[in-house]
C-alpha cells in the first residue's frame, strides 16, 4: 500500500502542473491568463463567483441586463497601441461589436456649468473655450500637454516595465517616446494644469475631469493617467460593447478556453501555499490545493497580502506601499429600470452631476450616471431604459446596521437619489418601473473586494505614478494583477497591468 506521503507527493505532482494560476477573473486576470494562454502557457483561473469579470460583471433583473459597475469603456480603439482590450482579444482570437459615444460625459456642474465631451476633440475644446474665452490659450496648452503624453504611450508596444530586454528594445526603437514618458511619470495632473490655467472655476472643472475616474483631485491624480484618458476618448473613442460590459470578461473566457486555458467558478481561493517562502499553490475554501510554478493574484492588495497570505507576515515592501496608499470608498449604487420617456430628447448617455464644488469629494457629493441601453436597448425591456447611478460611499456608514435599519438607509439613499436626479430627468419617479440598490455591503460581498474599495488611492501627495507597484511582489513566485498595481484603475489600465503581467510571467517562465 502506499504511503501517505507518497500519495501526498504523488497527488501534487499531478496537480502541479499548472504555469501559472489566476487567481480571480477580474478583466486584469483574465488578460493575464490569455496573454500566457496565447503563449502556450498552461494557465488556470480561479474566480469565487459565478460569472467572470468581477467589476466589469452583470447581472438580469426582470429582462433588464446591468453592468454591474463599469460602462464608459476606453480601449476599444481601432489603430495606435493604446487599445488594449481590442488586442486583448485579437491575441487569443475573439472580438466584439461595439458602439460608439459620441459624448464621453455631459457634466451638470454647479453655477450651471453644462457641458459636453464630444468624442471630437475640436468640437469640445469649443465648448469649454465659449464658457471659459479668457482661458483659450490655456485650456489648449493643457490638453495639447495630455496629447504629449498619449502620443509618446500610443507609439509603443506597451508591456512589463520590469523587464529590461524589453525596456531597452522599446527604448532604441522609440527613444523620444520613452524620454517624454519617464518625464511625465513623476508629474501630476494638478500641477500641469496651474501651469496653464489660472481661472479658479476651470482648475475645478478640471479637477471634476480627474476626480470622475481616478477619484482623486487633479492635484494627486498622475500625468500618465491623465493624458491617457483626457486624449484616448478623442482618439479611440469611447465604444460600448454590444450585449453589455459582461461581454468583455465572457469573450476574454472563451478565448481562454480555445487557447487551452482553463476556468473554474465558484472556486474561492483562501491561501497562497507558500514553500521556503516562494509561492507554489493556492487552497481553495472547499479544501482543494492546486499547484503552479507562478501565482498571480487578481484580488486587490489588501485582499492578497492580509487574507491570502499572513498578514504577520507582510513583506516590507507592501508595508511601505499601505503607508503611501489607501483603500477610496466604495459606492453607493442604483440600478433602475424606467420607461423610455423619463428622457428628455437628446439625452447623453454619461452624465455626472453635483450641485457645490465644496461636496465634490464627499461621500454622495457627486452623481455618476450611465443610461447604456441609449447605445444598446437589447439590455432593456422594449419602451424602457436602465439608469445606472453610483455615488461614493464609505463601508463604515453601513455598518452595524439591523436587517430592518440596513433596508430602510437603502430605500432612503435611493430616494434622495431619485430626488437629485430629477434636475437631469424632470419626471423620473413618476417613470420607476423597476429598483435595486447596491452598498459597499454588496461590493465587498459580490466582488471579494476588501470594504468594497474601488481601488488605492495617494494617502498624500505622491510624485505621479512612481510609487504604484508594478506586478512582481516581494515573494518569489506570486504576482499581483489589477487596480492595485501600476497603472490603476479602469478597464483599460487593468488591461494594461495583464498585458505587463502576462508578459512578466511568460519571460519568467522561459516562454
Ligand atoms: C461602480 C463602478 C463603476 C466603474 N466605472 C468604470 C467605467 O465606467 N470605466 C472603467 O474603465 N472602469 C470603471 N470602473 C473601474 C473598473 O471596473 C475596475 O477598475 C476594474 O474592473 C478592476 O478590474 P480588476 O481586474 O482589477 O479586478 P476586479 O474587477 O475586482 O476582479 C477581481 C476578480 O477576482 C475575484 N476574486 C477576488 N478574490 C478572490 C479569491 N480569493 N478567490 C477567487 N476569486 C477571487 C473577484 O470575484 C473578481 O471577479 C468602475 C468600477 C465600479 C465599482
Not at 34 to 60: D, M, N
Not at 74 to 88: D, E, V, Y
Not at 157 to 173: A, D, N, P
Not at 418 to 433: K, M, Q, V, Y
Request: with cysteine; proline share 5%.
Amino acid at each position: 500500500m502506499q504511503s501517505l506521503s507518497a500519495s501526498v507527493s504523488q497527488q501534487k505532482s499531478q496537480d502541479n502542473n499548472y504555469d501559472a494560476i489566476v487567481i480571480g477573473s477580474g478583466i486584469g486576470g483574465l488578460v493575464t491568463a490569455t496573454q500566457l494562454a496565447a503563449k502556450g502557457a498552461k494557465v488556470l483561473v480561479l474566480e469565487r463567483y459565478i460569472i467572470p469579470g468581477g467589476s466589469a460583471g452583470y447581472f438580469e433583473r426582470e429582462g433588464y441586463r446591468f453592468d454591474v459597475g463599469a460602462s464608459m469603456i476606453f480601449g476599444f480603439g481601432k489603430q495606435g497601441t493604446t487599445n488594449l482590450l481590442t488586442r486583448a482579444l485579437e491575441a487569443v482570437n475573439v472580438s466584439i461589436e461595439t458602439i460608439p459615444d459620441p459624448v464621453q460625459i455631459h457634466y451638470h456642474l454647479p453655477d450651471r456649468l453644462e457641458l459636453k465631451v464630444h468624442r471630437d476633440y475640436e468640437k469640445f475644446l469649443q465648448e469649454l473655450i465659449a464658457c471659459f474665452p479668457h482661458e483659450e490659450k490655456g485650456i489648449r496648452r493643457f490638453y495639447g500637454e495630455c496629447w504629449q503624453v498619449f502620443n509618446c504611450l500610443n507609439a509603443m508596444e506597451l508591456l512589463s516595465l520590469e523587464e529590461i530586454g524589453y525596456l531597452t528594445r522599446v527604448f532604441f526603437q522609440h527613444p523620444f517616446a520613452c524620454l517624454g514618458l519617464v518625464k511625465y511619470l513623476p508629474q501630476n495632473a494638478g500641477d500641469i494644469a496651474r501651469r496653464y490655467i489660472s481661472d479658479r472655476k476651470l482648475l475645478k472643472f478640471i479637477d471634476m475631469e480627474c476626480y470622475c475616474w481616478s477619484v482623486m483631485p487633479a492635484s494627486h491624480t498622475p500625468m500618465i493617467n491623465a493624458g491617457m484618458v483626457f486624449s484616448d476618448r478623442h482618439y479611440g473613442g469611447i465604444n460600448y460593447p454590444k450585449g453589455g460590459v459582461g461581454q468583455i470578461a465572457q469573450k476574454l473566457v472563451d478565448g481562454l478556453e480555445k487557447a487551452g486555458g482553463e476556468i473554474q467558478y465558484k472556486a474561492r481561493v483562501t491561501q497562497i501555499l507558500l514553500e521556503k517562502g516562494k509561492a507554489v499553490g493556492v487552497k481553495l475554501a472547499n479544501g482543494k490545493e492546486y499547484y503552479a510554478k507562478r501565482i498571480v493574484s487578481n484580488a486587490t492588495r489588501w485582499d492578497t497580502f492580509e487574507k491570502l497570505l499572513p498578514p504577520e507576515q507582510m513583506p516590507a515592501a507592501e508595508k511601505r506601499w499601505q503607508q503611501r496608499y489607501t483603500k477610496s470608498p466604495s459606492f453607493l449604487s442604483l440600478h433602475l429600470g424606467v420607461k423610455a420617456d423619463v428622457l428628455p430628447i437628446g439625452t447623453e448617455c454619461h452624465h455626472i452631476l453635483t450641485e457645490n464644488w465644496d461636496i465634490m469629494e464627499e461621500p454622495e457629493g457627486t452623481i455618476f450616471v450611465s443610461i447604456p441601453t441609449l447605445l444598446d436597448p437589447s439590455l432593456a425591456p422594449e419602451g424602457h431604459h436602465i439608469i445606472h447611478t453610483f455615488t461614493p460611499s464609505w463601508m463604515e456608514d453601513w455598518q452595524g446596521l439591523s436587517p430592518q435599519e440596513y433596508q430602510q438607509k437603502k430605500e432612503a439613499a435611493a430616494a434622495k437619489l431619485i430626488h437629485r436626479l430629477e434636475a437631469i430627468f424632470p419626471n423620473l419617479s413618476d417613470g420607476l418601473d423597476y429598483q435595486e440598490i447596491g452598498t459597499p455591503r454588496t461590493h465587498r460581498r459580490f466582488l471579494g473586494r476588501d470594504d468594497g474599495t474601488y481601488g488605492p488611492i495617494p494617502q498624500r501627495k505622491l510624485a505621479g505614478l512612481l510609487g504604484m507597484p508594478f506586478n512582481r511582489t516581494s515573494i518569489p513566485g506570486l504576482y499581483c494583477v489589477g487596480d492595485s498595481t501600476f497603472p490603476g484603475q479602469g478597464l483599460n489600465a487593468v488591461a494594461f497591468s495583464g498585458f505587463a503581467c502576462g508578459h512578466r510571467v511568460a519571460v519568467d517562465l522561459g516562454l
